[in-house]
């Protein structure tokens, strides 16, 4: 034991423990919001069930939590900047030059993702700092990536976006985006 306290241990633990990145968009009939997470996890495939937390201090948590419906896009590579958007506070969304459009019930999507799926929130659970959220898929693609999938996956890593690459030996290993970039998504 150490005299750090034990939320020190824990914000190392998970800096140190990579995740996959999603984007999360919903309209609660006021404005399109998306926040950036990498907090998804599935649940169920059968009903198709998903989990993820929306922090309180986001100011998209309110108007994901007020929505009928959302859309979860899981991100690849390719997708980097939208990661970066959706994580960016106060940046423009929805503005002009990026790829949008409404599905029938008026949930915002980002046509340039390959995977996402359209969701209805079923259950939320208020825990310090946060909402954990499940949500049932409801509709949406999962369409493949044109190479391996390790090397079009998007990591989230000691706050860090990262990328798998294949080394000459044919061993994947991450790839940090932007050696000097630090976003603010935490």
């Known amino acids: 034991m150490n005299d750090l306290p034990l939320s020190h241990a824990f914000r ?10 999603a984007l999360i968009t919903a309209d609660p009939g006021t404005a399109p919001v998306a926040m950036t997470v990498s907090s998804l ?3 169920s495939a059968d009903p198709p069930i998903v989990a993820f937390s929306l922090s309180a201090r986001s100011g998209s948590t309110p108007a994901v939590l007020a929505a009928t419906s959302i859309v979860i896009h899981l991100l690849r590579y390719e997708d980097l900047d939208l990661a970066r958007l959706g994580a960016t506070p106060g940046a423009d969304r929805f503005g002009p030059g990026v790829a ?5 019930d008026g949930a915002p ?4 993702v390959r995977t996402w799926f359209h969701a209805r929130i079923i259950g939320t659970l208020p825990v310090a700092g946060a909402t954990v959220v499940t949500a049932e898929l409801t509709d949406g693609e999962a369409s493949a990536p ?7 996956s998007l990591i989230y890593l000691d706050r860090r976006w990262h990328r798998l690459r294949e080394t000459s030996g044919g061993r994947a290993e991450l790839t940090p985006m932007d050696a000097e970039y630090r976003d603010v998504f935490r």
């Open 12 to 21: 190392e633990a998970f800096r140190c423990h990579p995740a996959g990145v």
């Open 41 to 43: 996890i599935s649940v």
């Open 100 to 104: 949008w459009e409404r599905l029938p």
């Open 109 to 112: 999507r980002y046509t340039t």
């Open 146 to 152: 044109p190479g391996a999938p390790e090397h079009e």
